[in-house]
């Protein structure tokens, strides 16, 4: 069964930072493409970045183009997703996905 449990999520204000992971178990972590998505309040999911299994391609969301960027250790099965220059507008739930499933998202809110 596919496990993925993301967490790091938390209140900061515009401009700052944080630093999500997502911890996976229930398969082979380290042969499986990564992706974040996000759902803000009342809204759709909406993709955020794409990572390869062994990490050499990344892709990301215009939103998230210079402010993101997402790695993974494939040793510890974790996936990560380092956020800088956060806004208001970032304000969502964040969920790792493994072709499409979804796990347990963590809160971002972006807030002064």
């Known amino acids: 069964e596919v496990q993925l449990q993301a967490s790091g999520g938390g209140l900061v204000q515009p401009g700052g930072s944080l630093r999500l992971s997502c911890e996976a178990s229930g398969f082979t972590f380290s042969t499986s493409p990564m992706t974040w998505v996000r759902q803000a309040s009342g809204k759709d999911v909406e993709w955020v970045s794409y990572?390869?299994?062994?990490?050499?391609?990344?892709r990301y969301a215009s939103f998230a183009q210079g402010r993101f960027t997402v790695s993974r250790d494939n040793t510890k099965n974790t996936l990560y997703l380092q956020m800088s220059n956060l806004r208001p507008e970032d304000t969502a739930v964040y969920y790792c996905?493994?072709?499409?499933?979804r796990g347990q998202g963590t809160q971002v809110t972006v807030s002064s």
């Open positions: 996905a493994k072709e499409g499933t």
């Open positions: 990572i390869s299994s062994r990490g050499g391609s990344t």
